[in-house]
């Protein structure tokens, strides 16, 4: 069972990783795509939700990007 969460854990930081240089190369679509499949349910991580909420931004989705840079800071 450990090493099952140490496997998600690693995905989602995989995940995040690959958002986060996919922004930083404009592929804003893509990066959204791969944060949020990182967010899947249960899953309550600031920096997840910050990238997630920096990259709705950068794609002038000002809603998603307040939840989202709301969530981070709880």
Do not use: H
């Not at 404009?26 to 991580?45: F, Q, S, T």
């Amino acid at each position: 069972m450990a090493g099952k969460e140490t496997g998600r854990g690693s995905e989602i930081r995989a995940r995040s990783a690959l958002a986060w240089e996919l922004r930083a190369n404009d592929e804003l679509d893509r990066a959204r795509a791969e944060i949020e499949k990182a967010l899947e349910p249960g899953v309550r991580d600031a920096d997840l939700y910050y990238r997630a909420g920096v990259i709705a931004l950068a794609q002038g989705d000002q809603d998603a990007a307040e939840r989202r840079l709301r969530a981070s800071s709880e």
